[in-house]
């Protein structure tokens, strides 16, 4: 049975290598660097009158193609959601000993409200400044990683993050149903442009990365949690 | 107020999964009516969409921006037969979920399962080429955790094979994708359709090819099909009937709108393309039909019959031939139905004989003929008996390939064939034959409502068939004719 | 065509092809996974590689920079979608091999079998 292993592999090489030939050739028939936008730039162009945000891809994110971002913010709900359930059997137990000393533990609870206000900060300005809902929120998560990783009894909230990660994905929905009541449109955007390049600008923008930022941070968490303690739920 | 428009469908199972999701920890009980009224709800609406289609299709531009900038949904015949079916196929599933009160897993079940439809539902009414991967993945990933939910070391074991094989599925769609935006620069299949003839020679084909493979793995064909059997095996009955009924309807779908619509225009690699997954289809139904012939376990049985009933439709959907096209779908909705029954009917029967074995569970249902009734009905419809539904699939399909490709024609006819072997040789097992066992098996109102349900539809469409038919004629026109698909999406019929 | 993008589309294929590899060929599920994980980011390599146009900068509007200078920032959206994507589906997958080694004990896929023919 040896040979059927050379088999295999030779045949999963050659698979691959011919598919990645096919890719490269399509590739190289694409120049590289060379401006070959279309739609992408009505999208730069417009975007200061029409979406008011600095951050022309946050502009795209949330606005112009803020179905996908539904999409995706959703993905990762059901990736909260599905590693919570596979991994419910066991009930709480901590997986993962960590030893630490009094210097990580006080480190820990003096780093904590600096990296949430680290990662609030990163979500709040994401249509002014790179960054967004997306790498907010991850930061928030790792807040309570940290806690985690200092205090081996620390168990976080998951009933409230259940309810907070609800909670913000239903601020994203409303935000989109608000545009079916005014305009007919889903996600159509109902809050004013603002002044470009100020806090309360570029419509729902900000609203929408909040509930993003608040979405991640709790789910991120969740599922660490799950991981850490298989799932088990402080109800 | 509220205009009726394709993106309630998804919204409403998005606030369900939400408001589920905030409140479970803290008044479980009520969860369960959830996904049941959300989805009741949402075949209403993909059904006054359908009726709409025809005369006034509905286009919905998301976010207010019209397409190729905005992404759109776009309810057409094709779109929104499809939304119906799935909807009314997820309903009636999600009735199952009322029996008893539900743990926290089960609320989390419940919740992917949503989600699952969600990412069916949009992925058949989108315009936009990445909006689909992105709904590809909805449907796929809580489709994931909710096989690998299912017993013991089977149903991990199933989960972890559709994973690998869908990841890889979807990031070579992905690569497709990108291939098209980098040449192209739009992501609208609208657009697209006038673009299409810009793409150099290499990137059209590695496209055609990456998107191929990736659908083809999706949408459980031969030779990528590995992953279906175990999936039918191991996961739970009401997610195999789910995966077969509706992903594999979806991704064949998906298949279809590209090669009719978005490669319109490229029209010799669009042929040879087309004779490609004419062949695939053919190959999978002579491989699936074949090998469930030689199944005991029931489970896996139904599963290589999926695969056949797989490789069937896409030969009708690829066909180009209208009867056949029409047949294709008739089959999709046939298959779809009778297999929730046929799949949720295994749990019975491991339940009360701890085996899916055929040799050992002889005479099973000979004393329970609530429950021979739809297994008969639902095995006769697979086959293409009248009075069913199945019939006029098979009818329209063999008929329709006999145009043109009286040699395939003959091979669906032959597959059926083998079909009907098998399924009647389940029967006589189960239904005829006289076994030790005899025992009543109780069975759950609910379950025989479900199994009812389906049975009285298959019926009264396979009575009626023409309620269907300016459907899925318009269904046709707006997959074949670009132009009619174009002037729907970009909003200019109708609103 | 530059010899840069000729580096860069090198690099995202030998990323496609080494991934691929490894989730057809190897036994141990954290590799296959780890596989996956290096065909996800290939490909993601490629969505940001498509978008650059030469000579461009980060499409932020700052004082001082002409929109006329922006680099594609669809792929930039895009992208950000694709990796939140494959980081969920990870999660699951890991998730799954956990399942996997409970009930079988081993992380080593030919003695998973459970489910034959």
Redesign the interface.
Known sequence: MKKLKYV??I???A???L???M??QA??E????????F??ER???EE?YEVGA????T???VNY?GF??L??VT??F???T??AL??H?ERGIRLAPTETTLVVKTGARVLLPAVLLVGLYIFVHGHL??GGG?PGGVIVASALILMYFAYEEYVAPRSMLHLLEGIAGLVFVIVGILGIIVYGRFLQNVFPLGD??RLFSAGFIPIVYVAIGTKVGSELAG?IH??IRRGGESE | MVTIVPSLIIASLLGGAFVMTAVAPFIRRMTKYVPSIVLLFNVLISLRLLLKSTNEPVVEFIGGWEPPYGINLVAGPMGSFLALIISLIAFLISLSFLKYEPTVEEVKFMILFMLSVLGASGLVLTGDI?NLF?FL?LMT?SA??LV?YGR?????????KY??AG??AA?FY??SV?LI??SLGSLNMADLVSRMTMLKYGVALASMLFLVIGFATESELFPLHGWA??VY??APPSVAAFVSGVLVSASLYVLARFFYTVFAELNALRSEMFAILMLLGVLTAIFGET?ALV?RDYR?MLGYSSIGAAGMILVGLVSEIPYAFIGALLLIVAHGFAKVPLFMMSKHLEENYGTRDMEKVKGAFKANSKLAIPLVAGSLTILGMPPFLGFWGKLLLIYGLALKYPIIALIILLASIVEAAYYLRMLHRLVIQDGELKKQIKIDTVELVIYYAFLALLIILGILPMLLSPYLAGAFIELSNPSFYIKVAMGVMGG | ??D???L???N???M???G??I???KRN?LK?LIG?DI??TG?NL??V??G???GGT?????AGIS?AK?V???????V???I??D???L??????????Y???GTLDVRK????K?
Do not use: C, H
């Not at chain 1, 694409?30 to 936008?37: K, L, Q, S, W």
């Not at chain 1, 600095?54 to 891809?57: E, F, Q």
């Not at chain 3, 980060?58 to 700052?62: D, E, H, K, N, W």
């Open positions: 295999y592999k045949a999963g090489l698979i691959a290598v598919l990645g030939y890719l490269l590739l190289m694409i120049p590289f660097g060379t401006n070959r936008m739609v992408a999208f730069i162009f200061p600095a951050n022309t891809v502009a795209i994110v193609r996908d971002t999409g995706e993905v990762l059901i990736a909260a599905g590693v596979l991994l059997r400044t790179p997306f470009f390049g599922i799950d991981m | 990445f992105v993945e990933i994931y955790a690998a013991g070391g089977e149903g991990a074991e199933a989960g972890f994973l690998l990841s890889v990031n992905l690569i990108i935006y980098a059997p175990d095996t191991g090998v199944q896996r | 065509m530059s840069l993008g000729t860069y589309y090198i995202v294929v030998a496609v092809v080494i691929l590899y989730v057809l060929t599920v296959i996956l065909l996800g490909v490629l969505i590689v498509i650059y146009i030469e980060a499409p932020i509007y700052t929109p922006f594609d920032p669809l792929p930039q959206a895009l950000l979608t694709a939140v994507i980081a969920a589906v999660a699951m997958a890991i998730s799954i091999a956990v399942r996997l409970r009930e079988f998973m079998r459970l489910l023919w």
